[in-house]
């Protein structure tokens, strides 16, 4: 049976933590600041608290503050994001090789994620694109590690959780994936590079520890390796 690869975008294809989260999260800080009328210590921890706790900070404004979805993401995810980019030499070519299906499946909102997978140059090379937008029930939104979003995602697509795997940075995505029956891939090599490199951004759902959950099936450095799987 043809396997269905379902990718995460930031430091998954990408090395987001390199420039895209610290400029992403003062845009975030800052609208939060202006919309809630709070400082910006007071930002930061709402922005972070709502990451953690809902899977995306959208979420958490929606939930307690009645922000709306088109107004956050036209304040704090519409910029040019290729001046900020970094990612693997050969990216196109060792994405091709690996044989299957490949949709993205990403917590960020569709206006972002395009426009990072055009500057890769990845966006018609992959099957399907799956972003927060996508990620609606009965008008919540119910982001990755939701369960049941995977669940209805497969479902839409008629792929059997068996044959498909998640390629993510994030373990607590991964261990939803795996609670379903998909196959969990780690991809460790931008997280590892945030831990390294000073002044660099770690997501709170990246893994610091180098150890391989119980339900992690593979580990890998980058995507690149994921054509030997």
């Known amino acids: 049976m ?5 990718f995460d975008l930031d430091n998954t294809l990408h090395n987001a933590s390199h420039a895209v989260f610290q400029f992403m999260d003062g845009q975030i800080n800052r609208f939060v600041e ?13 922005r972070r608290e709502y990451w953690m706790r809902y899977g995306s ?4 404004l929606i939930k307690h503050h009645g922000i709306t979805a088109t107004e956050y993401f036209a304040s704090t ?6 001046p900020l980019l970094k990612f693997e030499r050969g990216l196109v070519p060792r994405v091709l090789r690996i044989r299957g299906k490949k949709v993205l499946l990403t917590n960020a909102p569709h206006v972002y994620s395009k426009s990072v997978m055009l500057a890769l140059d990845l966006e018609h090379r992959f099957d399907a694109h799956i ?8 008008g919540v939104y119910a982001p990755k590690p939701s369960r049941r979003m995977l669940l209805r995602i497969l479902a839409k697509h008629k792929i059997r959780p068996a044959n498909a795997i998640l390629v993510e940075d994030s373990p607590v995505n991964l261990k939803a994936a795996k609670a379903i029956g998909m196959k969990t891939v780690l991809v460790r090599g931008f997280t590892r590079y ?3 490199k000073k002044g660099s951004y770690l ?15 593979y580990c890998v450095h980058s995507v690149g390796q994921l054509h030997r799987i």
């Open 2 to 6: 043809k396997k269905t690869w379902f």
């Open 77 to 82: 995810h519409c910029f040019d994001v290729r």
């Open 194 to 196: 945030a831990v390294r």
């Open 203 to 217: 997501s709170p759902h990246s893994a610091p520890n180098f150890g391989r959950p119980f339900y992690v099936d």
């Open 34 to 46: 202006v919309r809630l009328k709070v400082d910006s210590h007071q930002a930061d921890r709402l």
């Open 57 to 60: 900070t959208l979420q958490g």
């Open 131 to 138: 972003a927060l937008d996508h990620m609606q029930f009965y």
